[in-house]
Nanobody
């Protein structure tokens, strides 16, 4: 049974940093593409960042334009955990952040329907 559990959310001032973690059980994070999405109040869920399934050649990441250069997705295979390091946070980053696992494509997809499992979310609030 696959389970994803996020942690690390909280309240931070604009310009600050947070690191989100997503611990996976029932799968190994290196064997699947993993992604982070977010949903702000009254808005649809949107893509934040993704990392491809580990292969022999390279690691590929994908970022939403508004977070590129500020956020970094990474993976610790030994801990079966993916991270989202968020720097220079802005009030518009306020949302519930979800991690997700894509068991099929192997690619760092931006599309929510490509993801098979989702965590319960962790709230990030950025004050101005």
């Amino acid at each position: 049974q696959v389970q994803l559990v996020e942690s690390g959310g909280g309240l931070v001032q604009a310009g600050g940093s947070l690191r989100l973690a997503c611990v996976a059980s029932g799968i190994t994070v290196e064997s699947y593409s993993m992604g982070w999405f977010r949903q702000a109040p009254g808005k649809e869920r949107e893509f934040v960042a993704a990392i491809n399934r580990r292969n022999l050649y390279s690691t590929y990441t994908n970022y939403q334009d508004s977070v590129r250069g500020r956020f970094t997705i990474s993976r610790d295979n030994a801990k079966s955990t993916i991270y989202l390091q968020m720097n220079t946070l802005k009030p518009e980053d306020t949302a519930v952040y979800y991690c997700a696992a894509d068991l099929r494509t192997g690619l760092p997809s931006r599309s929510p329907p490509d993801y098979d499992y989702w965590g319960q979310g962790t709230l990030v609030t950025v004050s101005s």
